[in-house]
């Protein structure tokens, strides 16, 4: 286990990498670090391989600091965004040199090298260069290197982030059978919401260097802990609009800006809080009528997604997203009434996420 | 506003011929998407429209007029890079005034419509900055509102949001939409991206090896692929393909499984003969027999993904995605059936 304690990061004096980061990477687990550019993922993963130092706070790993330690008794195998392949040696020298340097003998080696290029789809050009491969199979050759020897913990740096979209989504599906075969623990960085739900035993959601939430997909999507993290995971993202309570025997309604009830709550949320709801595109029913508890908009934007439809609707100031299937009759111009689903939103208080109770 | 013709179309770089006597015509108005892999042409192609190379053989006309010799700066046309080359010493603000200041407008409508694309791209607030101290996001809205004031005939972007994140990818397209639901220029927007392609335009054009694959509407192009190549680049997750052989002029045979055509199939198949592949999406397969058809199948990964899973599973040799309910899950090695409706199989010769 690789544990950080408080641990900032500073680059030089004003840019600040990381703030009071303090999260354990279990034994064997596949763990994402998902966020925006800049968010400080991959300064976690430079700190891990010893290549940057904490500017404060600790790094342990099974309980004993290794901030002292030196990159190569870490323990980690990194394969790095800008590749960092070897010029001179083909792609098998390349896979090969991690192993050959640990004295493992020729044929285990070959074999190895064999396995992990027919996995990762490079077996045919394993005699070229690198400077005769794509992009692509330059990123696969580099991560391919990272994870042929055995390591305590891989360092992923959006390693298939580069690859053409049906190529990343078949590799999505092999890198999470080996790691699972390998029984390793993985740390892997992404700015795709969907690779981050689809690989992660557990998701940390990084924004300007701190972390936002911890949890497994399922936890992250529904029940996020702020707005940022409601905004970030899932696609497409969460709709906000500005609501108020108003208390009535125990029982809260929460009402839109020009006054319609949109949703309730059991516990009063906090007084003078900014209060804002999060709804999910699937968790909004649309009729032709007004019924209660729904509220009007128009559509003024559809966009086809393939297998369904988005439309984006204005009600007041707000502007709310819809999934619809492919085959909605629904067009721009239309007027529409709204109903939330009772289990679509979530309630936020000053950005961070309050109960609703049973309602 | 124009419309805009290509006819036999080539673009040649030496002796590397990219784009192979391609015609099309974008309505006035319209919106059209032009996507295609990395060296399908998409991009040579743009600039062939914008002016900025020249056309090897062939016309490029504009409602009717042939533009081949015009210049660029000539020709009304506003373009947008991935990399929106802002000027890094002056405002916001003097960024997007700069088209009009060197056509010569006088300073009070220079003012007036530079606060008003402004005002539509959400940059009120930033005039005041230089380029260095923006967001990505908000560094490519100026670029977008530096080409709109100009208010060109066509407005062409190259692959203005692919590096973004999903929610200021969502944004983006909001305001891409928006500006051409407000100012009707033609648009054509060049992406790698079918997700961008079919959520922006009125039709997509997929381009590859140089040729048109396809020019149609999203749903056409999603629904009825002209080919194998457009049915695998549209679609996310992306369209399983199996290969088949025909068995007799009814049937087909997928991984020893027979299948029977319904009337629609039973021509198609006519047209490609006894081997092609059947193409088929990862909505239309179910985990179980719940169909006439199913398939045997080992499974490989499940991938939980917020409102449902994607379950991968080997038939034969060939590894298929199906999007499933939340609660159904595969096991690594676990025998498993698929079923499938065949009326969402889709035929195509092998490529």
């Avoid at chain 1, 009402?255 to 319609?260: I, N, V």
């Avoid at chain 1, 029913?285 to 209660?292: R, Y």
Wanted: charged share 25%; aromatic share 6%.
């Amino acid at each position: 286990m690789y544990s950080f304690v408080n641990v900032h990061k500073r680059y030089g004096l004003r840019t600040v990498a990381l703030r009071k980061l303090n999260l354990d990477i279990r034994q064997r687990e596949f763990f994402v670090l998902y966020g925006p550019a800049g968010a400080g993922k991959s300064t976690i993963l430079n700190l891990i391989a010893g290549t940057t130092k904490p500017t404060s706070g600790d790094l342990l790993r099974n309980g004993h600091s290794i901030v002292h330690l030196p990159p190569e008794r870490r323990g980690a195998a990194m394969a790095f965004e800008n590749y960092a392949l070897y010029s001179h040696l083909s792609v098998a020298e390349n896979l090969a040199f991690p192993l050959r340097a640990q004295g493992i003998v020729k044929a285990e080696v070959e074999e190895r090298v064999r396995k992990i290029a027919s996995v990762l789809g490079i077996g045919h050009v394993l005699e070229r260069r690198p400077g005769f491969l794509s992009g692509g199979q330059r990123q696969r050759v580099a991560l391919g290197r990272a994870i042929i020897r055995p390591a305590d913990i891989y360092l992923l740096d959006e390693p298939i982030g580069h690859l053409d979209a049906k190529l990343r989504h078949k590799m999505r599906a092999e890198l999470k059978a080996l790691a699972e075969d390998m029984h390793a623990t993985v740390l892997f960085t992404t700015t795709s919401n969907k690779e981050a739900l689809a690989l992660g035993d557990r998701v940390g959601v990084l924004n300007s260097g701190r972390l936002e939430q911890v949890g497994t997909p399922h936890e992250l999507y529904h029940k996020p802990a702020n707005t940022f993290v409601g905004s970030f995971i899932g696609d497409p993202p969460m709709s906000f609009i500005s609501v108020s309570v108003e208390v009535d025997q125990g029982n809260c309604k929460l009402r839109t800006a020009d006054g319609r009830i949109i949703g309730r709550m059991d516990t009063p949320p906090p007084t003078n809080a900014t209060l804002k709801l999060g709804i999910r595109p699937n968790a909004i029913t649309l009729s032709d009528t007004e019924m209660p508890e729904t509220i009007p908009g128009r559509i003024d934007v559809i966009e086809h997604l393939g297998h369904s439809k988005i439309a984006v609707i204005s009600a007041g100031k707000d502007n709310i997203s819809v999934s619809l299937p492919a085959a909605s009759p629904a067009r721009i111009g239309d007027k529409v009434w709204m109903a939330v689903n009772s289990s679509g939103y979530h309630v936020f208080a000053n950005e961070t996420a309050i109960q609703r109770g049973i309602n | 506003m124009a419309r805009i013709t290509a006819r036999k179309l080539i673009k040649r770089y030496g002796a590397v011929q990219a784009v192979h006597g391609i015609d099309f015509d974008i309505a006035d108005g319209e919106f059209v998407a032009i996507l295609g892999p990395s060296g399908c042409g998409k991009s040579s192609t743009m600039r062939m429209i914008a002016g900025l190379e020249t056309i090897s053989d062939g016309d490029i006309l504009f409602d009717g007029k042939p533009v081949n010799d015009i210049r660029a700066r000539d020709r009304n046309v506003a373009m947008s890079f991935e990399n929106y080359a802002l000027y890094a010493p002056i405002t916001v603000y003097e960024n997007i005034a700069f088209p009009l200041r060197s056509s010569g407008m006088d300073e009070s409508e220079i003012d007036k419509q530079v606060r008003s694309v402004a005002d539509k791209m959400e940059l009120t607030a930033i005039l005041g900055l230089k380029p260095g101290a923006l967001s990505s996001g908000q560094a490519q809205r100026v670029g977008l509102a530096r080409a709109l004031v100009r208010k060109p005939a066509v407005f062409l972007l190259d692959e203005p949001i692919s590096h973004l994140d999903t929610r200021q990818r969502y944004r983006m397209r909001r305001f891409i939409k928006s500006i051409h639901q407000e100012f009707r220029h033609t648009m054509i927007y060049v992406t790698h991206d079918q997700e961008e392609a079919l959520a922006l335009a009125d039709r997509v054009m997929v381009m590859s090896d140089g040729e048109i694959q396809q020019l149609a509407t999203p749903d056409e192009v999603y629904s009825r692929p002209a080919n194998a190549f457009v049915a695998g680049f549209v679609g996310e997750p992306p369209i399983n393909f199996l290969d088949f052989q025909s068995d007799g002029d009814r049937a087909i045979i997928i991984e020893g499984n027979r299948i029977m055509l319904s009337d629609h199939h039973v021509s198609r198949l006519a047209e490609i003969g006894t081997k092609g592949v059947a193409a088929v999406r990862p909505h239309f397969l179910s985990l179980g027999e719940n169909s006439t058809v199913k398939f045997l199948g080992i499974g490989f990964i499940t991938e939980e993904l917020q409102d449902h899973n994607e379950i991968f599973v080997d038939i034969g040799k060939t590894r298929v995605s199906l999007i499933t309910p939340p609660n159904q899950r595969v096991k690594r090695g676990e025998a498993v059936s698929i079923s499938i409706n065949p009326e969402h199989l889709l035929l195509f010769p092998t490529q």
